[in-house]
């Protein structure tokens, strides 16, 4: 018989850097886990993706167990890295604070296709395209 599920806990964690801290500890606090097993599996999980930012759901059952499944770093972080950027313009539709080519475009859109809502990378570009433009990042023409 499947476990009953009590509630799922989105977050954003950096990759092999999970500790009880905030905003790890109280999430999983509040529904009674262990955080130092989940911090130890999520490091052990992510440590080859350090310095990214990972989205992660954990899956909280009744019996006080988890598990979780992490998915890729939202597409503004990998925009930034691409770039080199520490963030992005604070008025994104006057001040530019960078490029991105086709080429770019097309290998952030690849790796972010597994969690985006359509399987053409045409269209992922575009999508990450549209990311891009609201952080006064602009991009070759898709």
Same mark, same amino acid.
Do not use: W
């Given at each position: 018989? =499947?476990?009953?599920?009590?509630? *799922?806990?989105?977050? !954003?964690?950096?990759?092999?850097?999970?500790?009880?801290?905030?905003?790890?500890?109280?999430?999983?606090? !509040?529904?009674?886990?262990?955080? *130092?097993? @989940?911090?130890?599996? @999520?490091?052990?999980? #992510?440590?080859?993706? =350090?310095?990214?930012?990972?989205? #992660?759901?954990?899956?909280?059952?009744?019996?006080?167990? @988890?598990? @979780? &499944? #992490?998915?890729?770093?939202?597409? %503004? %972080?990998?925009?930034?890295?691409?770039?080199?950027?520490?963030?992005? %313009?604070?008025?994104?539709?006057?001040?530019?604070?960078?490029?991105?080519?086709?080429? *770019?475009?097309?290998? &952030?859109?690849?790796?972010?296709?597994?969690?985006?809502?359509?399987?053409?990378?045409? !269209? =992922?570009?575009? &999508?990450?395209?549209?990311?891009?433009? *609201?952080?006064?990042?602009?991009?070759?023409?898709?």
């Amino acid at each position: 018989m =499947a476990k009953k599920i009590l509630t *799922q806990i989105k977050l !954003q964690i950096n990759a092999a850097a999970a500790n009880p801290a905030p905003p790890v500890g109280p999430a999983l606090g !509040q529904h009674g886990l262990n955080i *130092q097993e @989940f911090c130890t599996k @999520f490091n052990e999980a #992510t440590k080859d993706r =350090a310095g990214d930012v990972v989205p #992660t759901v954990i899956t909280v059952y009744e019996d006080r167990t @988890f598990d @979780f &499944i #992490t998915k890729t770093p939202p597409a %503004s %972080s990998l925009i930034m890295k691409e770039l080199g950027l520490k963030k992005g %313009s604070k008025k994104p539709l006057t001040d530019k604070v960078g490029k991105l080519t086709r080429d *770019q475009l097309r290998r &952030i859109a690849e790796a972010k296709l597994v969690d985006l809502n359509t399987k053409d990378v045409e !269209q =992922a570009m575009k &999508i990450i395209a549209g990311t891009a433009r *609201q952080m006064g990042v602009e991009s070759e023409e898709v």
